[in-house]
């Protein structure tokens, strides 16, 4: 064979050249690939071999206020937390059709499902869709109860492992069960789609709902048979919400719930409700109401309007005529009256041991006389508020009237004592209550306020007022005539990823000072003769304790007139009297009405409501390790009875002379 | 090159063969020991998640036993143990019984 040379080489450059040029080529897509492409086909990578899984976070928690028991250690108790539990969903493409109904049947009995809702779950098997659920909030022992029987039966029929499968989720959990209800309240068991979060039905979950949201994390896993679902890069922490520190006491709500629930059953009341505040700082302390309301329930409440009615809170949203309880208010006002004469160099309105003649109950505008329970021709200032008088206190607001006018009147029921204003506590629906205003017309037609309205006022008709907002009126006699609004939260707290808390909000009481220290402590002292000899609530002497308090036997309103069977039967007390460890209103709505031989007009105020006040506090008052003011203030028949040496005995027996003096000699 | 008399020389020489076959030694051992470190390095981080895994279980099953103290722990619950006779002999402790003795300093 004869080669030439010159061609050999000239095809071994050609062959060069064409290597060199398919190499450029090569090398020009490696770098398009991997240079200028290169964040395209990372994402692409990364969708094939990784995915991303969300993060559940715990929303916020409600915490008991365990500072109240002094001497005692402070652990932070919750009222309401997230537990984590687990969904059950199946793939019913991956399913085949075969052994659908033997895997119904095997999950009908692990989850206790009765034959009507296995059938629903049956029909979940037929859907053309790859996820469906099929249980709800499962326990971890159920998870693992089914996942024992599934692995094993998926692995022997040949189906796909996560043909059925779990996912985890936070539910809202009440170790503590119904107490604080109606407060906390709940969140609905769906949560919102998009954004995770739950969603509040009420109560503190929802005036607190943008502290308690948290954020969503995010975690990054690989595709693998190896590699575990719970493993994987965090991409972003879950961020858990804040946490609210409330005022009230577990023990202290619970002591409540008990008394009231048995005071309610005895009394054969509608419903009933009880709210403890501390009246130095404004701490609602315990916020109780019966029947009580079981978050965990809520869509039976909320299908029910019966039922609806006590998934309120009836301290905060509905305004009732105070009645009675008025009363201590309205003398603290005449006593201001006087002061306020004086000051003008004018003579003083009354004097509290001047003898008021009251067996006349006519007063300007009025068709009908005001009429006592008891005729009494002449009381003075304590007697009145031991005999809860409407005549002597509609006699002092008449004075008020003719020397420093109605709006006078008014103002110090709204400037001092706050009536007609919200509390600003932390619920949602707070009322405002009703304040008649001169001028101002009702829907009808017809004044508010009338010629006659200041007398209905003075004895707690014509005015309306929520619990919350007579507890307020009342910390201006508690607290040396400084006013505080009450606070359901001290302090919220936010703990971020790294365990570091920052306070969002932390309660500050603020006071105002509106009356002066003299007759906040004179219209205590008065008040302290109401639970002895001859006052109207002797029920709520509290066994080796002081205390004070005013009760109320309120008629309501039933279409347009006064009921004379329906009531509201209230108790208002502070116990000891002498340095108040809380402040107590227990109401009663519609208790039954009429006579018990040996127990009293049942309706009353000071027989259905002031036991139950004298049980709560006396078992809070022991809770709170407080000792014991009144040691011979106990019932006869125990040892320690000796009513001469109990508390208050002198002035009360000088008080019932001189009242038997005054009204004796008239009969 | 074998032919070389440096090499020979240097080759033939004792100590050098020995001081090779230490510094070969040394060598080894630490790329041994590099490898060994490594090696329970990665087993360390395969670890890791496992480990993390079952510390959030272990977390998740405390905050469940904690629910279930505090059900048992329920304030009703055991006001309700405190009327029974076995527990009748629990008084309240007043303020004025309580000692508050301060911690010693550090």
Redesign the interface.
Known sequence: MNHHPLSEVKRLWILGAVLAGLFSLLVAHYYQIQIVEHEKWLKEASKQHFFVVKEPFRRGRFFSNTEVK???PVKP??FV?D??KHHLYIDPQSIPPSLKKNIAEKLKQALDLDKEEGEVLKKQFLKKSRNRKVASWLD?EVKEEILMWWRPFARKNRIASNALYFVADNQR?Y???K?LGQVLHTVQTLKDEKTDQSIPTGGLELSCNRYLKGCLGKRRLMRSPFN?L???EVLMSPENGADVYLTIN??L???A??ELEKGVKKCKAKSGWAVMMDPYNGHILALAQYPFFYPPDYQAFFNDPLLMENAKIKAVTDANEPGSIIKSITLAIALLANKELAAKGEKPLFSVDEKIPTDNGKFPGRSKPIVDTTLHHFLNFDMALQRSSSVYAARLVERIINRLGPEWYRNALQDIFGFGTKTGIQLPAESWGVLPLPGKKHPNGTFEWSTSTPFSIAMGYNIQATTLQMLRAYTVLLNQGKRVDPTLIKKIVKEDPQGKQTILYEHIPTYTKVLDEDICARVLRGMKFTTKKGGTSRKADIWGYTEGGKSCTAKKIVGRSYSETQYIGAFLGVAPINKPAFILLVTMDEPEYGYIAGWGKNHNGGTCSAPVFRDIARRSL??????PDDPFGYPSGDPRHDPKKGDWYEETESLMRLYEQWNRNCI | MLDCVWWKKWYSAPGVVAAMGMVMLVISSEVYLYISANNDLIKKRIEI??L??SL?ELK?EN??LQ?EI??FE???HL?QLLHQPEYSHLK???????I?IPLPRS
């Open positions: 002094i001497g005692h108790i919750p937390n537990i984590e971890q959990s170790p503590y069960g107490l575990s719970e493993t994987g577990h023990v709500q619970a002591i719930e008990e022991e809770y709170l390790g407080i000792p | 998640p496992l993390q895994k959030k998740k905050e469940r629910y505090n059900q329920s304030p009703a006001m309240p402790v007043y303020q004025d019984k309580v508050e």
